[in-house]
C-alpha cells in the first residue's frame, strides 16, 4: 500500500461469510467504514508530504515520528485502513474449524487446548468495554497472547506480531445482532481462515 492509499478490495464477495456475517454489513462496514478511513488518511497525509513517501505500517508502530498536530489522524485512520484489511482476510468461505500443525502445537502450548484458547478468546471480546480490537498475537519469546486493543492501536506498537483479529466495534456486528456480541462472535468463528493465520504464524 502506497500513498495515496486506495480501499483494498473484499477477498471474496459481500455474501461470501453468509449465514454467519450478513451480506448488508459487510457492504456498509467495507465501503463506509473501511473507506472513510482511506479518505481520511490520505486527507491528513496530504498536509505531510515526508509521511506519503514512509510505509504505513512504519507510521503506525512508530507514531512519534508523525507530526504532532496529525497524529491523531494518522493513526486513527490509518490503523482503520490496515486492521481493517488484515481482518478481511482473516475470513473466509468455509472457513472455522480448528488450525493443525504447529498452529495448533503452539496454541495447546500457551493455553492448554484449542478449546480452551477459544473460550479464553471469545471471554476477553465479549467482555471488552468500547469500542475496538481482540487479537490473538506472538510474544517476542515465541509464545501465543490474547490482548484487546481500543480504537486502532497496532500490537506491533509493544513488539507483538498479530496473526488472528476479531472487529468487536459495534458498527462490525451491529446490523445483524444489535447488542449480542457474544452471538456475533460465535458466529465469527465459523468463518475464520485458519489458512491465513497460519501463514502470518509462520512469518519471520
Known amino acids: 500500500m502506497v500513498y495515496p492509499y486506495e480501499l483494498p478490495s473484499l477477498?471474496?464477495?459481500?455474501?461470501?461469510?453468509?449465514?454467519?456475517?450478513?451480506?448488508?454489513?459487510?457492504?456498509?462496514?467495507?465501503?463506509?467504514?473501511?473507506?472513510?478511513?482511506?479518505?481520511?488518511?490520505?486527507?491528513?497525509l496530504e498536509k505531510w508530504p515526508e509521511g506519503q513517501k514512509a510505509p504505513l505500517l512504519d507510521l503506525l508502530t512508530d507514531p512519534e515520528i508523525i507530526p504532532k498536530h496529525l497524529r491523531r489522524a494518522i493513526v486513527n485512520n490509518g490503523g482503520g485502513t490496515w486492521i481493517h484489511t488484515m481482518f478481511w482476510r482473516g475470513m473466509e468461505t468455509g472457513g472455522g474449524g480448528e488450525p493443525t500443525g504447529e498452529l495448533a502445537e503452539a496454541i495447546k502450548k500457551s493455553f492448554g487446548s484449542f478449546e480452551s484458547f477459544k473460550e479464553q478468546f471469545t471471554a476477553q471480546a465479549s467482555a471488552f468495554f468500547g469500542s475496538g480490537w481482540t487479537w490473538l498475537v506472538v510474544k517476542p519469546e515465541g509464545t501465543l497472547h490474547i490482548m484487546a486493543a481500543p480504537g486502532h492501536d497496532l500490537p506491533q506498537k509493544d513488539g507483538f506480531k498479530p496473526i488472528l483479529v476479531l472487529d468487536v466495534w459495534e458498527h462490525a456486528y451491529y446490523l445483524k445482532f444489535q447488542n449480542r456480541r457474544p452471538e456475533y462472535i460465535k458466529n465469527w468463528w465459523h468463518v475464520v481462515n485458519w489458512s491465513y493465520v497460519t501463514e502470518l504464524f509462520l512469518k519471520g
Open 11 to 44: 477477498p471474496y464477495n459481500y455474501d461470501a461469510l453468509e449465514p454467519y456475517i450478513d451480506t448488508r454489513t459487510m457492504q456498509f462496514h467495507h465501503d463506509k467504514h473501511q473507506k472513510g478511513y482511506v479518505t481520511k488518511l490520505n486527507d491528513a
